[in-house]
Each structure stands twice: as C-alpha cells, then as structure tokens.
C-alpha cells in the first residue's frame, strides 16, 4: 500500500530539516555555549576571540532562522532557532550591566542629577521647613504657652520654658548612658521614627504637594519652640552644636523627601504639554531618587545621632562632624554625574 501524500510531504519536510540541522548545528551548540556565559557571568568574561566569534554567529542563526522559514522547516526546528536568536540578540543588543554597576550608577549620576533636576522642589521643602521653625520661634517669644500647642509632651521631656538653666544644659551634654547596647537601640529608634516621617512626607506629595508641604511646615513649628528655649536660657551656641551633629543631615533628609513628594505634587498640578499620567511617571523617577536619597541621610543621621552625638561632648567637634558631613552631601550631590549628563 503506498504512503499518502501527506506523509511523504511530512517524510521529506524531516529529512529536510535533519540535513539543515546537520549542517548548521555545530555552530548554533557553539552559540548556545557562549551565550550560557554572558547571560551567567556578564558578556565581559568572554574574551575579544569570543566577542567576534559570538556576533558572527548570531548573524549565521538569523540566517538560518530566515532560511528555515523560507523552506518551511519542520515547527520544532523553527521554534529553537527563533529562542536562540532571541537568547543571543539580548547578550548582544542589550545593556549589559550588573546589580553593582546599577546601584553605583544610581549613586554617581543617578541622585545628583535628579537633585540638580529638582531645585523647584527643594525650594519647597527646604522653604517649608524654614518657616515653620520661624514662625514657632517668633510665637514663642511672643507669648511661651505656645510651646505646649506646638511640642507634645513626651517629645519636650522637660525642656519646658520653666526648666533651669542648668537641667537644659544638661540634655546636650548627658553621658549617663553610654553603653553600646544603648546606643544602638537608641539609634535604631531614632532611623524608624525618622524614616516613618520621610516616607509619610514623600507619600502625601501625590495630593498636589500641599501634605507634605504641611507636614514638613509642623517639622519646624517643633524645632523653633525648643531653639527658643535654649536661646532664652543662654545656651544658643551649645544647641547649635548639639542640632548641627545630626541635624544637619537630618533635618535635610526630611526637607529632600518632601521636595520628593513635591515633585508628584507638582507633576499633578502642572504637568505642562504633558498629560498628568505622563507628567507623573516622568517625575516619579526622580522622586523616587530623592526618597532613595532621604533614606541613606536618615541612616547616617540616625548613626550619628544615636552614637556620636552621644560619645562627643564639645561643641567646637559637634559643629566640625555636622557641617562637615554636610558639606560632603554637598559636594557630592553638586558636581557628582555631571559627565554623565553631558553626554
């Protein structure tokens, strides 16, 4: 009985592959094997032979692959090729870059950049928070009880308008605790408190900035009372100290997470030519950053707060390490990427 003509169509169409296979596979197998290695290990552990050697055979798989399709090679076939080619254009095509070349490039143009891209908004937040601290410092002078309007109970403990000289004096230099085990709670303490607020601030930008405008605005209507207080005592400088060690970093990280939600805000209100939807994806990348950034302040503020601030005593060395630091986020957030951008 002889075969049908469907069989000896699907009879030929295999030996016709097995002869196209045979022909071609010991390159393809080659390729499989050079791109295992870029896709393990990064495309820069194949030498310069192997870099030639696999765009070469890429172009020889595209080639195939287009010939297959040509003669209408059996579906099996079709579809290895079209997984390798595809395997190959991304080791070859793609960018190739690690987990640590990303973070790196994050830090070395990623949040500069945005910074330098968000002076508008860290008007806002670095405005919000200077006013706050004017107005509470202005009101309390006027008139002490507004010290209690402004500052909770539990967060003054005892630096009150009726406290002595001599007991606010002894908040900025108390050394009655000073065991690590203390100091490191007391520092993880301090990192969630301050990583809750910044992270509120930033959430509350989407509501057209006004949230976190405000809430960065109570941030100073706190600080301004108890700068008054220490004023008033006679203990400016050494609050100057005492703030500046940590305060520095610190109270920056809260005002760069609210430029950070002020970046949402503002993409809500003028989103320009842009659609607001379109307008708030491209600036939540940058938001994004300055939150990133809000959050490694936080942790050195809270490193430093929690151990330092504790450990040094004199003021002259409280101003060196707050300033100091300061001036390093500076320089690093003014003149870091700036090749990058160029390009």
């Known amino acids: 009985m002889s075969a049908l003509p469907q069989d000896r169509d699907a009879e030929t169409a295999t030996l016709r592959s097995a002869r196209f296979r045979k022909e071609r596979e010991a390159g393809w197998k080659r390729l499989e094997k050079l791109i295992a290695v870029a896709e393990k290990s ?5 030498t310069y032979r192997e ?11 595209v080639n195939s692959l287009s010939a297959a399709r040509a003669i209408s090679l059996d579906k099996a076939l079709l579809t290895y090729l079209d997984r390798l ?8 095509y793609a960018p190739q870059e690690s987990i640590g070349d990303a973070v790196w490039r994050l830090f070395a143009q990623g ?3 945005a910074v330098r891209r968000s002076g508008v908004a860290l008007l806002v937040g670095f405005l919000a928070m200077g006013l706050g601290a004017l107005l509470g410092y202005t009101l309390f002078q006027r008139d002490p009880s507004w010290f209690f309007t402004f500052v909770p109970a539990e967060l003054a403990a005892g630096r009150t308008p009726e406290a002595s000289a001599a007991y606010l004096r002894e908040t900025l230099y108390d050394t009655s605790n000073r065991s690590g085990a203390a100091l490191s709670v007391f520092a993880s303490f301090l990192f969630s408190h301050n990583t809750q607020i910044a992270i509120l601030i930033f959430a509350l930008g989407i ?7 405000i809430l960065t605005f109570y941030n100073g209507l706190l600080l301004g009372p108890f700068v008054a207080i220490f004023v008033n005592a006679g ?5 100057f100290g005492w703030l500046s060690i940590h305060g520095v970093t610190e109270l920056a990280a809260i005002c760069i997470a609210c430029a950070g939600g002020a970046r949402l805000g503002l993409a809500v209100l003028l989103p320009g030519r842009l659609s607001r939807r379109a307008a708030l994806r ?13 959050g490694l302040m936080l942790i050195v503020a809270g490193l430093v707060e929690g151990f330092l601030r504790q450990l040094i005593q004199a003021t002259e060395w409280r101003l060196i390490i707050g300033w100091g630091l300061g001036l390093m986020w500076l320089g690093w957030l003014t003149l870091a990427g700036r090749t990058g951008a160029a390009r």
């Open 85 to 92: 080619c595809a395997r190959a254009y991304l080791v070859v």
């Open 51 to 61: 870099t030639l050697e696999l765009s070469g055979l890429y172009r020889q798989a």
């Open 235 to 239: 203990l400016g400088f050494d609050l």
């Open 207 to 213: 509501f057209a900035a006004l949230p976190s405008f």
């Open 282 to 294: 491209d600036n939540g990348r940058d938001a994004v950053k300055l939150l990133i950034l809000a």
């Open 111 to 113: 949040i500069p950049q």
């Open 42 to 46: 990064g495309i820069r552990r194949l």
